[in-house]
């Protein structure tokens, strides 16, 4: 639990959180510029085209990340009826989070990899290098899952062919299923989902 760090280390507890808002703030970034290019001004008319992290921050995304291992940021608005192609423009401006993510995994993942000689384990640098690619991979993974509103739920309804009333219910009800595993992985003791970002994790570190 990253929240035990505060009081146990504070100086690495605060490079912790800031490896938690710099991949927060650039995965809403990419949404919000992946509908601007495509034509919607709602992002920037929101306040959220900006690198900013303070922007994007979802306080009790935050809050989870410190205490269950993962979370997300505010959810970027978008209008999908100002993108150029409704369906495969939404899915882009969801995948654009996670792809960010990728992005900063293998760019962090190499500083890691050829800083990590010279300074060393116990080096704050390298401390925040690791909490960046271990939180990125949290975010991917995540926001991958495919019930609404996370991104995965977005990249899916792209690819299949549902109603639009089903999909609306499926959003209706998206909350309460995401809510529902969240607690489940906390209080059944089977941690699936650290398991698998962990699985995640130990592998790339063990490319790096």
Do not use: C
């Not at 146990?8 to 991949?23: D, G, H, Q």
């Not at 999908?80 to 962090?108: D, E, H, Q």
């Not at 019930?147 to 309460?176: C, H, N, W, Y």
């Amino acid at each position: 639990m990253i929240l035990q760090t505060l009081f146990e280390n504070p100086i690495v507890f605060i490079v912790w959180l800031t490896a938690i808002i710099v991949p927060i703030g650039l995965h809403e970034f990419a949404h919000a510029f992946a509908a601007t290019v495509q034509g919607d001004p709602t992002p920037k008319s929101m306040g959220r085209l900006t690198l900013n992290p303070l922007a994007h921050i979802d306080p009790l995304g935050i809050f989870l990340l410190l205490i269950a291992g993962f979370g997300w940021g505010k959810p970027t608005p978008f209008n999908p009826m100002n993108l150029r192609n409704t369906r495969w423009g939404t899915v882009l401006v969801a995948a654009a989070g996670p792809i960010s993510n990728l992005i900063m995994i293998i760019i962090f993942g190499l500083f890691l990899k050829f800083l990590y000689p010279s300074l060393g384990p116990d080096n704050l640098l390298t401390i925040f290098l690791i909490a960046l690619v271990q939180i990125n991979v949290i975010l991917m993974m995540f926001n991958l899952i495919p019930i609404p509103p996370l991104d995965g739920s977005k990249v899916l309804f792209g690819f299949i062919d549902i109603s639009t009333e089903t999909q609306a219910k499926f959003e209706r009800i998206g909350p309460m299923l995401l809510l529902g595993l969240i607690i489940m992985e906390q209080f059944s003791g089977l941690g699936i989902l650290r398991y698998l970002f962990g699985g995640v994790a130990d592998m790339i570190f063990s490319l790096i």
